[in-house]
């Protein structure tokens, strides 16, 4: 059981992750239109992540016994200038995300609903994996500096991403 309030906030959240989901697709797009693969990859399969994310709102919200309403998404930012921009962008986005996480977590206490407040545990460490992964690029992406050799070395690695 949940009350009408957190399954609300849970529905919100299932939506967000499918939004999250868009963002990288657009990233992706704009990665592969300027012949970086491997930065496409990274994205295309941030977004199959964030796909999977929504999914586990969306069971939760069903085990909790509510019903999953999906929202119209909103268009992502198409327009990139430089990788880093988009690194940045969605180092930006996972920080929102986490926000949305805590205030989650926030509402779960407040109402002792401890099925949510176990289920968004993992949600925590996902986050903090998600922001030092996107920090550590941004990290390397500063280093090279627009360095074609090394925006290429990058790409490779990032195109291993499982
Ligand atoms: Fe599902 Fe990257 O937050």
Redesign the pocket.
Known sequence: MASEKLLKELNDHFNF?LL?AYHYMAMAAYCSSENMNGFAHYFVEQAKE?YE?GMKFYQFINDMGGRVIPRAIEEPKNDYSSFLEVFKEALDH?EQ?TVKIYELLDLAREENNYPTIQFLQWFVEE?LE?ENSMKDIIFVLEGIDGNFQGLYLLDKELGSRQ
Do not use: P
Request: charged content about 50%; overall charge negative; cysteine-free.
């Open positions: 992750e999250s964030e994310h996972e995300v986050q998600e």
